[in-house]
Nanobody, 124 residues
């Protein structure tokens, strides 16, 4: 199983970015995928999660209304569309995946079994 993130970069405040996460390996059935972020010295924060093949999603209150999570199920790609980025959104963003029940996926406490290496987002 492998997750590879892309799409990070440097933007000015108010700008937008779209992160992508390609999930390869054991992708049969439905599973939970999510986006997390972490700055040095801080705890990892769950940003958004999605139960594949369904409309079941979770978006953290801190980014609700600005971030949206979606998937291309046929290509096993998870997206995080980020609008109105602010300097406090500067973090390393990680993609995670795991086989959990939907209620655990979107309850805000999803802990992935697999992680990508992250993509840096810098907002100035």
């Amino acid at each position: 199983v492998q997750l590879v993130e892309s799409g990070g970069g440097s933007v000015q405040a108010g700008g937008s970015l779209r992160l992508s996460c390609v999930f390869t390996g054991y992708t049969y059935g439905r599973y939970c995928m999510g986006w997390f972020r972490q700055a040095p010295g801080k705890e990892r924060e769950a940003v958004a999660a999605h139960y594949t093949g369904t409309a079941t999603t979770y978006v953290a209150d801190s980014v609700k209304g600005r971030f949206a999570i979606s998937e291309d199920n046929a290509k096993n790609i998870l997206y995080l569309q980020m609008y109105s980025l602010q300097p406090e959104d500067t973090d390393m963003y990680y993609c995670g995946a795991g086989f959990v029940l939907p209620i655990r996926c979107v309850g805000g406490s999803f802990l992935p079994a697999w992680w990508g290496e992250g993509t840096q987002v810098t907002v100035s």
